[in-house]
Each structure stands twice: as C-alpha cells, then as structure tokens.
C-alpha cells in the first residue's frame, strides 16, 4: 500500500479480555516499530523488528504485551488481559532501513479499556 | 540514558509571525534528529531529517538546525499558517530505539 496501515483505527474492550493489533508496514520496509501515547503524553517505545533479526522488546511494560512479525510484512500487537492503564493509542511506524532513514506512521489504533 | 525535551509545551501565535520550536537532548553522541508533526488524531508525518554531520535542513518554510555540542536543535517556521496548527515533535535515535520528546502543541491564530 501507499502508507502504513493500522486496524482497527479503534477498540474498545473489556477489563480483562485479550486484543490484537495490526499493522502493515510500507511494502520493502524492513524496520517496524510500535509505540504507545497515552492521553496528552510522549511516545513510549514498545518493540522494534529489523529484517530477520531478534526484535528488541525492551519496551514491552509487561509480559501481557508481545508482538510478532512475519519476515518483512505484517505485525500483530496483543495485549492479553488488558487493564484500564492499557488505554492509549498504539503508533506503528516502519522505515526503508534501520534509522537514519525517514520514519513513516499509521494512524494508530485507539484502545479503549472499560 | 537519553532524554529529550520540548520547550515551550504549548504555543500560540498570530498568523503571519515566525517562530521557533526548541528540542534539547542529554546524550550529544547521536547520528541524527528527526523532527514530526502530528495532527489530532493522527499519525506521525516526518517533516526535517538532520544528520549529525550537518548543521540544517530546510523545506519551504521550515528550517531545522542542529548543534550536538549543546544538545540542542531548532525548528524554524517562517509566515506561519492555520494549517501549521499540530503538534511538534522531535526524536533521536538511541541503540535500536527512537526516543521521542513531548512535543510543542502549536496554534496558529487566524
């Protein structure tokens, strides 16, 4: 596609239940990063895939938080049991290479924790 | 540890005027900065991307420089717009992550 695209552009669940976030990067993007930006604050590094390298989870703030990527395509984000403090939207973002190069982000998906 | 910072948090200025968006950072030791835009309810859209060996960019009305010594770079924006209402925001590079500030909320008043 021309952009990444994220879905779903919104969600909203339960207390307690499991979500699963998707994002397709820019075709040939070998980088894909996810972020985290809760209401009126700063972008919060989840997760980061490279090629076929081992992703950096260092971001992930708990283990009810994992990502995949399949080769150089599709990311799936899941949060199981989520909690009312999972509420934020999720950023995906991909680039050509690993950073320097331009970084290019979805619209995001807005989760709703009830 | 690498942080980065936003000065001022929030701007308002009449249509018309130039104006600067301030971006510090504590770690000097970084290849480049990339400075955004996000609008409400959207994604981020990449606006300047300085590499460390320069010291500007420009496109159209908007001039970024950098100064690593001083943990510091600048986005200039020239005869501001309505349309240059969103916030601001730069971000670093740091091992394999990106460290993003809080950005500047702007507001260009008609």
């Known amino acids: 596609g021309a952009g990444v695209s994220q879905s779903p552009s919104n969600k909203v669940t339960e207390k307690g239940k499991d979500v699963e976030l998707r994002c397709d990067p820019i075709?040939?993007?070998?980088?894909l990063y996810w972020y985290r930006q809760r209401l009126g604050q700063g972008l919060e590094f989840l997760i980061y895939?490279?090629?076929?390298?081992?992703?950096?989870k260092s971001g992930l703030p708990s283990d009810r938080f994992s990502a995949e990527r399949t080769g150089e395509s599709v990311s799936t984000l899941t949060i199981q049991r989520t909690q009312q403090e999972d509420s934020a939207v999720y950023l995906c973002?991909?680039?050509?290479?690993?950073?320097?190069?331009?970084?290019?982000f979805g619209s995001g998906t807005q989760l709703s924790v009830l | 540890k690498q942080e980065v910072t936003q000065i001022p948090a929030a701007l308002s200025v009449p249509e018309g005027e130039n104006l600067v968006l301030n971006c510090s950072f504590t770690?000097?030791?970084?290849?480049?900065l990339q400075w955004f835009r996000q609008d409400p309810g959207k994604g981020l859209t990449s606006l300047l991307l300085?590499?460390?060996?320069?010291r500007e960019q420009t496109s159209g009305r908007l001039n970024a420089s950098l100064d690593k010594s001083s943990g510091r770079s600048t986005l200039y924006i020239a005869a501001s717009q309505p349309g240059d209402s969103a916030t601001y925001l730069c971000?670093?590079?740091?091992?394999?992550?990106?460290?993003f500030g809080k950005g500047t909320r702007l507001h260009i008043l008609p």
């Open positions: 973002a991909s680039s050509l290479e690993a950073w320097p190069e331009k970084l290019f």
């Open positions: 075709s040939g993007h070998t980088a």
């Open positions: 895939f490279q090629g076929n390298s081992a992703p950096d």
């Open positions: 770690d000097s030791a970084i290849y480049n």
């Open positions: 300085i590499q460390s060996s320069q």
């Open positions: 971000a670093v590079p740091l091992d394999d992550k990106i460290i």
